[in-house]
Structures are given as structure tokens and as C-alpha cells.
């Protein structure tokens, strides 16, 4: 059979790839007010494509006016498993087109990778459940629902919503979440842990108003000076994050070798590592906090005046293991105990998500090993932590707890999910597709 699944595969992919070409064309960015006609465009879409494979499917939203998301259901055997396939159909804006190789939204192939925004993350995903239920037309063997969200890319702000006013037409014995990566070329990977996510943002005030650096400073703190000293409290000199009250843990014996680590992560030539222990514990299961923006007076054109007030916005991935509102609350305390020389500081809750543990023993979880292991001419899948946050991952296990999540998807460590030149490695998404069949046949077995 697994010969026949193989063969089927072959006669699928140039149509399945195709699809995916015209959806990457749909410019599906959820955070663009302007393209929302894009996002109900690419919902109508993702729709007709699984109905044409004899789901049932209906278009879907919170409200009137939120963002689409396409549920559906296509009936196996009686008695056979029920499995919910999850993928999303919203992405990333594509930013500047000019840091792009070839245009963003027109899917072109390079030296085995197909380029364009969405083109692995998540429209692959979505395709990835085409394909599959393509090699069994109306031979399912297991029943299959469908949950394909508009709004991930935004935070999911509806999910929790949606899952509760259709909860009895997406229970599942299984849930397949096609949007996360493998572990490298060649070896699959089952995604266990992702880390969660406190983002705030910050204010040090030492100044009512500006006034002149000669006449003031030696004497008036200026708040750009002060707020430096309040982000520099936040780690050690090793770079290891030093809120007290954070959690860390264990993670995967996995080798993550330099050279590798060096050409993915991007780091300067000379950059030092920060942090103690394994590489995979700081990426995976240790807290990290960055400041990703800072508003302030631009070098260019500065006057000499103390800046009165100051701004960043500091964003703290958090353990598996942890909650926000432990996370928060530590932070809060520590940036409160270290604000020098009686500045104010005051703050603002941006978003936050909850980390994820997935405790992946089980049938489902053997049939998906043994299924990726076959995929994958005899390489085992790798447990594989996420230093990213998916929250709504956490939302799924909340919704069902008594569904096996497996946690699987098309990217590798070259995607550039949410970068330019997104791209999706073609041997390998024809491995995807094969896997997911293979575990459809699994469960049912």
C-alpha cells in the first residue's frame, strides 16, 4: 500500500503545486486594512480547493466583519478516527519588495525552492491537507474536519471564539497543526514546545519638558541615559536574563552544530553567543527578552537637549512551563526595582501568549513517528522545541484536551518565514505531503 500511496503522491504533486502557486498570487496580508478583500479572496479560495476534494465546507467568522476562516468535514469509514487538519491562509506583509529576489507575490523557482510570500508559511500547510486528501479521493480512511484560520498572522484575536461557538464540528481525535518546521533538510521533526510571549511597552520620564544639555546635564538625568540603565538591568554579563522568578527547563539532547548555527541565525562575523547552557535550552526552553524597538530622537538632526521621555518595547519569550501572568508580574516587579535616580516609569501591555508542552506519547504520536520515519526514508522524526511563540497552539490543547495535537509543518531552517525571500524547499514538501498521508493510514489503522 505504502507503494501505491507513493505513486498516488507523484501523480498529485504538479496539481497541488500549481494550487499553491495561485494562492501565494493572493496577497493575504491580515494586517493590511487595504487587502482584507485579499484575505476573503484567499478564504473563498482555500474553500473551493477542499471542497473540490468532497469536503464540506463553509466559510466562517466570530462576527460580522471578522476575519474568514474555512471549516469543514469529509466522512470516513464508520467508526474511524476523526482527525482536524488546521493551516492558515492569512501572511506576513512581504515589507519592502526591494529586499526581494524575485516579486513577493509572483511564485518563482530557485535551485529547488519555490520564492514567494506564503509560499511555506502557511499556504504550504494548507496544501499539505490538499495533497493528502487527494492520494485517497473517496477512499478515506479516516474522517477528516478542517479548520483553515484568516487571522493567525495577527494574533488570532477571534480563535478562541471560533472554537467554542463551532466546537462539535471541530472535535477531533487528532489534530494535525501544519505551521511550524522541520528540523533540517533530510530530517523531519515534531514540534513538543514553543515558547509563550509578553510584549510591553515602557516609558522612563525624568523631564517635564526638554531643556539644554549644557545648562542641565551633570545634574538632570536625561531619560534615554536612564532608560539604557533600566534595559541593561535586565541581564547578567554572560547575557542570561536575570528576572527572578522566570522559569527554565530541560530541553532535547539535540546537537545543534556552530557552523549551522552560524549560517541560519544570521550573526554578525565575531558576534559572542549570549547565555549559558545548551544551545537548544536558550532557544527553546530558557527565557529570552529583546528590545525590539525604541522611540527616540533621531542621531541625525539631534539637538543638545536632555530628551525628557524615552520608549522601548521589550519582548520576553517565556519557558514552556511558565505563564504570562507569572512573567508579567516578575517583570513588572524587576523593571520597578531598577528605574535609577527616581525617573517614572510606566508601562503598557502590548499582547501576550501562553507557552506550550506537548506531552507526545501516545498511538497518535506513534503512528505520526513511524509515518514521518517512512516519509523520510528511514530518518526518525526529532522532538524539536520552538523559540517562537504560537499561541494558539496552547488554545487548541485548552479547546480539546482530550485530542492528541501533533504539531508538524514545511519549513526548514532556510524558509525565512516572515522575511524576504521566503522560499519552500520542494523535495522536501513533497516529503510533507507523503508523511501526512502516511498518517492518515496510520490512524485509521
Known amino acids: 500500500m505504502s507503494d501505491d500511496i507513493r505513486a498516488k503522491i507523484q501523480s498529485v504533486l504538479p496539481g497541488v503545486r500549481k494550487d499553491l502557486e495561485d494562492l501565494v498570487r493572493i496577497q493575504s496580508v491580515s494586517a493590511d486594512p487595504e487587502r482584507l478583500s485579499e484575505v476573503e479572496k484567499s478564504a473563498q479560495k482555500t474553500a473551493e480547493l477542499f471542497a473540490a476534494e468532497g469536503v464540506e465546507v463553509e466559510i466562517v467568522r466570530a462576527y460580522d466583519g471578522a476575519p ?24 506576513q506583509p512581504e515589507n519592502d519588495h526591494a529586499d526581494w529576489d524575485s516579486a513577493p507575490w509572483e511564485p518563482t523557482e530557485r ?65 494535525v497543526i501544519a505551521d511550524s518546521g522541520n528540523w533540517d533538510i533530510g530530517v ?3 514540534t513538543t514546545s ?28 536625561d531619560s534615554l541615559m536612564t532608560l539604557s540603565r533600566v534595559i541593561a538591568s535586565l541581564h547578567d554579563d554572560a547575557g542570561d536574563v536575570v528576572i527572578d522568578g522566570l522559569y527554565s527547563g530541560p530541553a532535547a539532547d539535540v546537537d545543534y552544530p556552530e557552523e549551522r548555527l552560524r549560517a541560519e541565525s544570521g550573526g554578525a562575523p565575531g558576534i559572542e553567543w549570549i547565555g549559558t547552557g545548551s544551545t537548544v535550552e536558550r532557544l527553546w526552553t530558557k527565557p529570552a527578552l529583546s528590545i525590539t524597538g525604541l522611540d527616540a530622537p533621531k542621531v ?41 535616580w527616581g525617573a517614572t516609569l510606566t508601562h503598557t501591555v502590548v ?40 499561541p494558539f497552539i496552547a488554545e487548541f490543547l485548552e479547546a ?20 524576504a525571500n521566503e522560499g519552500l524547499h520542494l523535495a522536501e514538501f513533497e516529503k510533507v505531503v507523503l508523511a501526512e498521508a502516511l498518517l492518515l493510514r496510520n490512524l485509521a489503522g
Open 68 to 91: 474568514p476562516a474555512v471549516i469543514g468535514e469529509k466522512k470516513g469509514p464508520e467508526g474511524a478516527p476523526t482527525v482536524l487538519l488546521y493551516a492558515h491562509h492569512d501572511v
Open 111 to 175: 535551485d529547488g525552492r519555490l520564492y514567494g510570500r506564503g509560499a511555506a508559511d502557511d499556504k504550504a500547510g494548507i496544501m499539505a491537507h490538499v495533497g493528502a486528501l487527494r492520494v485517497y479521493g473517496d477512499d478515506l480512511p479516516v474522517t477528516v474536519r478542517l479548520f483553515i484560520e484568516g487571522e493567525e498572522e495577527v494574533g488570532s484575536d477571534t480563535l478562541v471564539e471560533l472554537l467554542g461557538k463551532y466546537q462539535e464540528r471541530l472535535e477531533a481525535d487528532v489534530i
Open 188 to 190: 523531519p521533526a515534531l
Open 194 to 221: 514553543l515558547r509563550g510571549l509578553v510584549r510591553v511597552d515602557i516609558e522612563v520620564r525624568t523631564l517635564t519638558h526638554a531643556v539644554h544639555s549644557g545648562m542641565w546635564g551633570g545634574l538632570v538625568p
Open 300 to 340: 541625525a538632526g539631534a539637538s543638545n537637549t536632555l530628551v525628557p521621555a524615552a520608549r522601548a518595547r521589550i519582548s520576553l519569550r517565556i519557558a514552556p512551563g511558565d505563564t504570562t501572568a507569572n512573567a508579567l508580574d516578575c517583570l513588572l516587579r524587576h523593571l520597578e526595582a531598577n528605574v535609577p
Open 351 to 390: 499582547d501576550t501568549g501562553e507557552a506550550t508542552q506537548i506531552d507526545a506519547s501516545g498511538p497518535a504520536y506513534d503512528a505520526a513517528r513511524a509515518a514521518f520515519t517512512e516519509a523520510w526514508d528511514g530518518t526518525a522524526p526529532v522532538d524539536m522545541g520552538v523559540g517562537g511563540s504560537i
Open 400 to 419: 480539546f484536551p482530550e485530542a492528541s495535537v501533533l504539531v508538524t509543518g514545511v519549513e526548514d531552517p532556510d524558509t525565512r518565514a516572515h522575511g
